[in-house]
């Protein structure tokens, strides 16, 4: 069981940045690929970007690519969302979550309660 607590959302203008944090508890983190998704209202969830049990690899949805970095601390049990150059279409709830490297939420086992980023224009 791996349980996922995100910090650090918040309100920002756009252009503006937030960084992120997911902490995961037990000692199997650095055994899970780690992924951040977001929900807006009305909208389904989507992927934004996902990183390797070891960080060698990363993947971005194409719009987050150039503005957002994923990055994780294996011996903190953490991962990072780093959000520049908000947009307004960046509102949304994040989540981030645990399991196997891809895009598709499916394919990960557990998951956050998701923290607000609200970004105004």
């Known amino acids: 069981q791996v349980q996922l607590v995100e910090s650090g959302g918040g309100l920002v203008q756009a252009g503006g940045s937030l960084r992120l944090s997911c902490a995961a508890s037990g000692r199997t983190f650095s055994t899970y690929a780690m992924g951040w998704f977001r929900q807006a209202p009305g909208k389904e969830r989507e992927f934004v970007a996902a990183?390797?049990?070891?960080?060698?690899?990363?993947w971005y949805a194409d719009s987050t690519k150039g503005r957002f970095t994923i990055s994780r601390d294996n011996a903190k049990n953490t991962v990072y969302l780093q959000m520049n150059s908000l947009k307004p279409e960046d509102t949304a709830v994040y989540y981030c979550a645990a399991g196997s490297y891809s895009r598709y939420a499916t394919t990960y086992d557990y998951w956050g309660q998701g923290t607000q980023v609200t970004v105004s224009s």
């Open positions: 990183i390797s049990r070891t960080a060698v690899n990363t």
